[in-house]
């Protein structure tokens, strides 16, 4: 057996011990004094959380509630001690404070808070103070102090990523999220039989000028380029295949670990393979753009970003929705 094998294993019994701590109240959640939603995972990185965080996010302003990001801030400056990043006016940090994600969301959705830092409690009673009235747990399924009202888990099928739990875990999910087409799979498996489950689609929504958010680059001018691709993330074979479908076709993938800070060595490795490839232009994530912005353009190479979103059925939104609505008609 690998490594990873053993790696999961352990992991998950440590995680079934510490839900047992909990569930017989030798450990105890906090309840905050506002809704809190949870999106979460079984396995290690690259599940698609953050695109559906926008997307609820984006959903839950629509529908005038005013919700705020909990997040923990991975290999942010403020992840032990805290902060705010958004107070859903304007953007108050960094992404070297707050890391990638939390600040590629706030860049996206301006009116949702973004708080950040490893105390999810805290961060959940500042956005109270701050006036918002609902909260999205990023990544909290396996995160116990703070307690929840519904758990939602995006489940990832392939069976070679390390796990951080067992399957069995479902039984403590709300609503299961799986791609499009497998649905009916996954009814059949043994711990989902009654659960409530929802497909969703990863859709592309168009290449952009990096530096320049509001351009969007025609298909067509980039198809005809010599392009060298790059990205920090879980699960770059995803982006590939992404940019395969629009017919663009890399003469490379730099891969570097999820979450890179692309420090000035990376700079000269993507700089030193596109002159050795020849190639025209750049194309990376839009997770990689938040932390190239400022260095990449000293390249003096073109260089644009692919944005994806993560689509929920309509079904999902109908439930959360009456749910929502319960909660706060009974308040």
């Known amino acids: 057996m690998n490594f ?6 352990i992991y998950c019994g440590v995680s079934r011990f510490r839900y047992f701590l909990y569930s017989l109240h030798f450990l105890k959640s906090k309840k905050a004094s506002l809704p809190v939603i949870s999106i979460g995972n079984l396995t290690f990185g690259g599940s698609g959380k953050t695109p559906l965080a926008m997307d609820i996010l984006s959903f839950l302003i629509e529908k005038n509630y005013k919700p705020a990001l909990l997040t923990r801030g991975y290999k942010g400056n403020w992840e032990k001690k805290g902060g705010i990043l958004s107070d859903g006016g304007k953007i108050l940090g960094s992404w070297q404070d707050c890391g990638d994600e939390p600040f590629m969301i706030a860049k996206n959705i301006a009116k949702a808070g973004i708080f950040v830092g490893k105390d999810r409690f805290s961060s959940a009673q500042m956005a109270v103070k701050l006036g918002f009235n609902i909260a999205l747990l990023d990544d909290g399924f396996q995160y116990y102090p703070l307690a929840r009202d519904i ?10 990523l390390p796990r951080r739990e067992f399957d069995s875990s479902l039984k403590r999910a709300d609503y299961i999220l799986v791609e499009k087409g497998l649905k009916k799979e996954m009814k ?6 009654g659960k409530n489950i929802y497909e969703y689609e990863i859709k592309s929504k168009g290449f952009f000028e ?14 005809s380029k010599k392009a060298l691709a790059f990205c920090a993330i879980a699960r770059p074979e995803r982006f590939l295949h992404l940019l395969h479908q629009h ?24 700089f030193k393979t596109a002159k050795k490839l020849q190639a025209e232009i750049l194309i990376m994530t839009e997770k990689d753009a938040v932390k190239v912005t400022e260095s990449l353009p000293m390249l003096e190479i073109p260089s644009f970003y692919l944005k994806i979103e993560l689509k929920p059925e309509n079904k999902f939104y109908s439930q959360l929705l009456s749910f929502l609505n319960a909660h706060f008609s009974g308040q």
């Not at 758990?151 to 070679?160: A, F, G, K, V």
């Not at 990096?210 to 198809?223: A, D, F, M, T, V």
């Not at 076709?249 to 670990?257: E, I, N, R, T, W």
């Open 4 to 9: 990873l094998f053993w790696l999961s294993f």
């Open 247 to 270: 017919e663009i076709y890399p003469l490379y993938l730099l891969k570097f670990p999820d979450h890179h800070s692309y420090p000035s060595s990376s700079m000269v490795k993507i």
């Open 188 to 193: 059949r498996k043994k711990y989902m039989a």
């Open 151 to 160: 758990d939602i888990i995006l489940y990832e099928t392939s069976p070679n």
């Open 210 to 223: 990096l530096g320049n958010e509001e351009k969007q680059i025609p298909l067509s001018n980039l198809k």
